[in-house]
């Protein structure tokens, strides 16, 4: 039906109140919960955020009197990256080294590495809360890494120092902790790659510190560097070059109150500690940590019975007439 122009504006106005009274009470509802504080709904659905799942819990250590002996399996990765020619019938030994400790308000800590024959494998880093009864590896292990030196500063501040060993002494780097050593973190030295090993560090303060390093015999630059942190190990300025070893004026003397010695008839490492004139076991952990060989290869599923095919049956020769000597008809 034609729409007659001259009543259009009345039909708009007409509309326009529809349209309002359908509207009105969805507007008040938002209103009411306006000026009540509530939220207005919606109707998009709520961004979950992507959560990474949560690590699985290092495996403690119970301190029974014997040696414990920390858990490794060696992967195929493991084997590709270090060049490993392991078989089941000539696997490859893996030993565990200890070269450090040290201590901060009765919690023990242990450093040191994972090594084959030839190569480093991972770093180790110890620690116990409970005088040495009870050990779990306080940081994820770095592979190629070995830690060489530990030093607390009081009993929150904490440093664990290493470097890259594969395919030589390189990239030198910080633990560092601030909560007594329940939680690590690694920190390197150098922005860039960089030979050399950290020889020594320390901290005169919890932020002031200084480490040198030793860069080999065959540098062609000189051989030793001094560098100080004002941070706590956050960053680091070389403050001297040398050809010869750099005296270490101004760390502070350590009580050795603590070693790490290799026992031969257990063969394990020794954790002792000085009381008097004599030295007291605290806990040991087995050199070898078994062999590092390939998994054996999957078992191949034995192929499905098939049956066999029916032997072939000739049909037999229908029987031969006689001949006739009559004209077919």
């Not at 922005?191 to 020889?199: A, D, K, M, R, V």
């Amino acid at each position: 039906m034609p729409i007659d122009h001259r009543h259009a504006p009345a039909m708009w106005r007409l509309m326009g109140l529809l349209l309002l009274a359908l509207l009105a009470p969805a507007h008040l509802a938002r209103s009411q919960q306006a000026a009540a504080g509530e939220p207005a709904p919606s109707t998009a659905p709520e961004a979950q955020p992507d959560e990474a799942p949560p690590a699985p819990p290092r495996p403690v250590l119970q301190n029974h009197g014997k040696p414990m002996l920390i858990p490794f399996a060696c992967t195929d990765d493991d084997i590709q990256w270090g060049g490993l020619t392991c078989s089941d019938s000539d696997p490859c030994p893996v030993y565990l080294e200890l070269t450090a400790i040290a201590s901060a308000d009765g919690r023990i800590f242990a450093a040191g590495n994972i090594h084959a024959s030839a190569v480093t494998l991972y770093s180790v880093l110890l620690g116990s809360e409970d005088g040495g009864k009870t050990w779990q590896e306080v940081s994820d292990r770095v592979r190629g890494a070995g830690l060489d030196h530990l030093y607390f500063f009081d009993a929150q501040n904490g440093w664990a120092t290493g470097e890259s060993l594969y395919p030589l002494a390189q990239d030198p780097f910080l633990f560092i902790t601030s909560d007594g050593g329940k939680t690590w973190r690694q920190q390197p030295v150098f922005s860039e790659t960089h030979p050399g090993t950290i020889q020594q560090f320390w901290f005169t303060s919890k932020t002031e510190g200084s480490l040198i390093i030793d860069r080999g015999q065959g540098s062609e630059t000189e051989r030793y560097e001094l560098y100080e942190s004002p941070d706590g190990g956050e960053s680091w300025h070389v403050r001297q070059v040398s050809t010869k070893p750099i005296p270490t004026q101004g760390a502070p003397a350590t009580a050795a109150d603590w070693r790490v010695r290799a026992d031969g008839p257990t063969r394990s490492f020794q954790l002792e500690l000085r009381q008097g004139d004599r030295w007291s076991p605290v806990a040991s952990f087995l050199v070898s940590l078994g062999p590092c060989k390939l998994p054996p290869p999957p078992a191949e599923a034995a192929p499905p019975d098939v049956p066999a095919p029916a032997p072939e049956t000739t049909p037999a020769a229908s029987p031969r007439r006689a001949p006739s000597l009559r004209r077919p008809r």
